[in-house]
């Protein structure tokens, strides 16, 4: 039997939560102005490509919240901010050169869902001027449910939604007031029914453990409250305590959140919950039914992991729209602008709004396959290495061996022909995934517990 409190104890140290590599810390500021134009010109017709939205305002902070975002009490900001939007889409679509097709459209924050109806409109059209976005366009929207109103569902289905991906955190009185999140069950049951109502088949609903003056018990009731609801896909995450970045978690009492063997308890209760309710474990922290696309893309090895977590989403190239957005190429990261004020200037004096970027080098290439593999299918093939990277993947293979020749806590193993981590050490995979990272040794950035 695995000793989880032992194994937790010896690898406390923080670790990435590997939604790509390298990670962000590590994109660097001189290198995205010029990175961009080249990226988005080697833009090709024959290839879908994936779009990301941010919208970096919220009507209310949650103290729990890790995103670039800030709290407005005016809508006028939020209307601005879509003027910039639309310039940088037209900036964008010149640079390419022709209406890219795309396979998947996701409007993140903040809370998108704050927007009103007009404004979802104006994008709409812009986006369906500079893409190509067809009835294979998987559109979706992070929702507060908060934030719904009629006017809302009219600016989704002006947009196209086709996906709602709803947040709930926690339905528990006391740990919502701990996390200044205050949502009823029976508002997120109604929100839920008039998206339905529009013709929203597919929901997905976000919660998290290991928040403040949550136990066992109270993750319980919520989960079965979250199964109620019935949504496609459940994204479980581990609340990451930073709060040296994000100075609004310094509103959460330190002696309020659940330590390290009550957070991985937390996480075992849940996945067994949800699991008995019918979903299928998706990585280390998402959950699926078995006939969503999600779940099928597990079945069949064709998972991927982004920075929205995991995904269907194929796209070798990804365009980041909006502050602080990042898009991924084959060639490598770019990042917008952070600040919004920034992002805005930039854009207004007619310049992509880009902040830092980095170059892939043929190690980053080899080392993002295995890392995204252990992350999605807990196992990476050699024989498949070898096909995609030919002799360059040898000495991967060997420090692969090496790794669990060595590795004391059993956490992976080699069979046959395969690095694989164990079910029973599927808990622990960031921490396998982070021996393969060449750039974490450098890293002055302080990441979330890996557990």
């Known amino acids: 039997m ?45 290839k879908r490509v994936s779009l990301y939205i941010h919208v970096p305002y919220c009507d209310r902070l949650c103290w729990f919240c890790g995103c670039h975002t800030k709290h407005t009490r005016q809508y006028a900001p939020v209307a601005d901010y879509v003027d910039s939007l ?35 409109q104006r994008l709409s059209d812009a986006l369906r001027e500079a893409f190509t976005i067809d009835q294979a366009s998987e559109i979706s929207v992070e929702i507060d449910p908060s934030d719904v109103t009629d006017d809302t569902l009219d600016g989704l289905k002006a947009l196209g939604m086709t996906r709602a991906s709803i947040g709930v955190q926690d339905f528990d009185p006391a740990v919502q007031t701990a996390i200044n999140r205050p949502q009823s069950f029976e508002l997120t049951r109604d929100v839920v029914a008039s998206l339905r109502s529009i013709g929203i088949d597919s929901l997905n609903i976000d919660a998290l453990y290991g928040l403040p003056l949550q136990t066992e018990q109270r993750l319980a009731t919520t989960l079965d409250k979250v199964v109620d609801l019935a949504p496609d ?83 070798e190239t990804l365009i980041g729209l909006g502050a602080s957005s990042i898009g991924r190429f084959r060639d490598g ?47 990476v093939s050699f024989a498949d290495m070898e096909a995609r990277f030919g002799a360059a993947a040898a000495p991967y293979i060997a420090e692969a061996r090496q790794i669990a020749a060595s590795d004391a806590d059993r956490l992976c193993r080699v069979e046959a022909d395969r690095f694989v981590i164990p079910d029973d050490a599927r808990p622990f995979t960031r921490i396998v995934a982070a021996r393969f990272d060449a750039h974490l040794q450098t890293s002055a950035f302080r990441y979330s517990k890996a557990v």
Not at 20 to 26: K, L
Not at 30 to 42: E, I, K, R, S, V
Not at 97 to 102: D, H, S
Not at 256 to 283: H, N, S
């Open 333 to 379: 990261y770019v990042q917008n602008i952070v600040p919004t004020a920034t992002y805005r200037a930039a854009l207004e004096a007619g310049l992509l709004p880009v902040g830092r970027g980095y170059r892939l080098s043929d190690d980053d290439r080899i080392r993002a396959h295995l890392i995204e593999r252990l992350m999605c299918d807990f196992t």
């Open 86 to 120: 639309l310039r940088e889409i037209a900036l964008v679509s010149r640079a390419v050169g022709f209406p890219a097709p795309v396979a998947q459209l996701h409007f993140g924050g903040g809370s998108p869902s704050l927007m009103r109806s007009g404004d979802f």
């Open 233 to 315: 896909r459940i994204a479980l995450f581990g609340y990451a305590h930073m709060p040296w970045l994000k100075k609004h978690q310094t509103m959460i009492r330190d002696e309020d959140l659940p330590d390290q063997g009550e957070r991985f308890g937390q996480a075992r209760l849940a996945e067994a919950a949800l699991v008995a309710a019918g979903y299928a474990a998706i990585g280390i922290d998402h959950f699926a039914l078995p006939h969503d696309t999600l779940a099928e893309a597990a079945r069949t090895g064709r998972l991927h992991r982004n920075f929205q977590g995991y995904t269907t989403d194929a796209c």
């Open 2 to 46: 695995r000793d989880s409190a032992t194994i937790l104890a010896r690898h406390s140290e923080p670790v990435p939560r590997y939604t790509s590599y390298p990670t962000a810390p590590h994109f660097q500021s001189d290198l995205g102005a010029g990175l961009l134009p080249t990226m988005l010109a080697g833009i090709t017709g024959d």
